[in-house]
């Protein structure tokens, strides 16, 4: 995709399914952020990061846990 999903959320993507921790069962489409595309492995561990998009709206993403 070459434009922006919504305002503030800039390309390229990085699309993911993460599954939780917390509850196996469920998973989420997302984007992760804060990496190179050569740098995604399958079954790397990420963490939840908020990213303000606007002055009253935040977005979680995740981004590779460091090792």
Known sequence: MNREFAPGIKPPFIVAIVQLDEQADLRMLTNLVDVKIGDVRMNQRVRVVFQ?????AALAFFT???S
């Open 52 to 56: 303000q998009v606007s002055s009253d």
């Open 64 to 66: 590779p846990e460091e």
